[in-house]
């Protein structure tokens, strides 16, 4: 059928690229119904995992207790209640916790973590959820930190000229991860969650990076260092003033366009035994988005933002990333500035959200025209590619629902792809432009 239609397959179809929306717990409803409907819609977006933030202060006691087992998930100390709940909504849902741990309480050192406490935590909310205690779902995927190279989570981050954040991350990220897979070895610890960009005299994404895997800033990265991080998967905030293919201005940020470079790092320092672990090590992107216009008058015209949003899955894809994050689900109220949902405030879905359900890009080659996509849910299932009434080709994707090939043929109008009952958004074959937009609206 492949040559019948002109087809030639790509070798990395088969690549895998899930997603993921983040769902802060503060903005799940306290009416059960509600709660579900919310992470119901999560699923409709085509995501099979949420990204789930916990705050260790308030989980723990305020104060440490004379008596405290802080290893120990049981602690009647602990107040484990929201949690739960999200922890559990999620599962009945369909989806994949993402759980990620941060904030430390005042006695555990607060912005200035200690490893040592932040471990005793670990131990005990990875036995929490290890599927096998008081009927509590099972967490997989474990988020050490947000956002380490910001002095709003981590401070101080300097020392002089020293960059000292790095060194204090590695450590909890060690401490973290050494409880997480002393309590189920098959535990995935993902590390990084980087921010974008240098602001003030914090270290960009790349900086922080470097010092935390102890490597150069050369083009082919090379070891500065002996020291050893232990994580499964790095992640990144990949933010753009641009669109999908919108490098960042310094050499030290990390915007979608960057990913390449931020691959290149990471192999490097998994060659040079930087970085321990016993499966392959992964790329993800746990949070990134666009604000639309409307309701940001800064933000990206709807139209264009979803061609940005399918094209920012295949760049994400073709860097090796295997986990795409967006947030949010829904615009937030004003006079919040957070603007990104894949649904206006009032439930109404945007444009964007067919593109991140089912992603598709066309480019135009010298022999045709290449197209990608991820048919929705990353199931394996036959596609169509279609200029108006007109069939282009028909095929299988890959078992995780990814399809890569180029057609022998030059079509003259914008394109979709088709799965069954599902379509793609119309892409236009002229690749989208690129504008300015505020990163955060």
């Known amino acids: 059928m492949l040559a019948a239609f002109g087809v030639a397959p790509a070798a990395h179809a088969a690549n895998p690229l899930q997603t993921a929306v983040y769902i802060h717990p503060e903005n799940v409803p306290t009416n059960d119904a509600a709660a579900n409907a919310l992470f119901k819609r999560v699923h409709q977006t085509g995501a099979t995992a949420v990204r ?14 004379s008596v405290f087992r802080p290893k120990d998930p049981g602690d009647t100390a602990y107040n484990w209640a929201t949690a739960d709940r999200v922890i559990k909504l999620a599962v009945a849902n369909g989806l994949e916790p993402l759980v990620g741990v941060l904030s430390a309480p005042a006695w555990a050192g607060s912005k200035k973590v200690n490893p040592v406490a932040l471990r005793d935590f670990a131990s005990a909310i990875t036995s929490r959820y290890t599927g096998t205690y008081q009927g509590l779902p099972r967490v997989r995927y474990w988020l050490a930190w947000n956002e380490p190279n910001l002095s709003l989570y981590l401070a101080p981050q300097n020392s002089g000229k020293k960059l000292v954040g790095a060194e204090r991350y590695r450590s909890m990220v060690n401490a973290f991860a050494t409880a997480a897979h002393a309590v189920r070895p098959d535990n995935v610890v993902v590390a990084g969650l980087v921010a974008p960009f240098t602001f003030g005299k914090d270290p960009g994404p790349l900086k922080f990076l470097r010092a935390l895997l102890c490597m150069s800033s050369d083009a082919n990265p090379r070891p500065t260092c ?11 905030h990949p933010y753009t003033s641009g669109g999908p293919r919108h490098r960042a201005l310094s050499s030290n940020d990390a915007s979608l366009g960057d990913l390449p470079k931020v691959r290149r790092l990471l192999d490097a320092a998994v060659r040079a035994h930087h970085v321990v672990s016993t499966r392959k090590v992964q790329l993800w992107v746990t949070e990134f988005s666009w604000d639309s216009n409307p309701p940001d008058s800064k933000g990206v015209p709807l139209t264009l933002q979803a061609q940005w949003v399918s094209e920012a899955l295949y760049r994400a894809w073709r860097a090796g990333v295997t986990m795409f994050t967006w947030f949010l689900l829904r615009d937030e ?3 919040s500035p957070y603007q990104s949902g894949l649904y206006f405030a009032n439930g109404k879905a945007k444009p964007a959200l067919r593109a991140f359900n089912f992603p598709f890009v066309a480019l135009r080659r010298k022999h045709g025209v290449y197209v990608w996509g991820r048919a929705p849910g990353g199931k394996a299932t036959t596609v169509s590619i279609e200029m108006g009434r007109r069939r282009l080709a028909t095929f299988r994707t890959g078992p995780n629902g990814v399809f890569s090939r180029v057609l022998a043929v030059k079509p003259s109008k914008s394109v979709r792809a088709r799965a069954g009952s599902a ?3 119309l892409f236009p074959l002229q690749p989208p432009r690129d504008l300015f937009v505020r990163p955060f609206g």
Do not use: G
């Open 52 to 65: 789930l933030s916990l705050s260790w202060r308030e989980i723990a006691p305020a104060t440490r207790p």
């Open 333 to 335: 109220r004003r006079p």
């Open 226 to 236: 002996n020291a050893r991080t232990q994580f499964d998967i790095l992640s990144v």
């Open 423 to 425: 379509h793609s958004i």
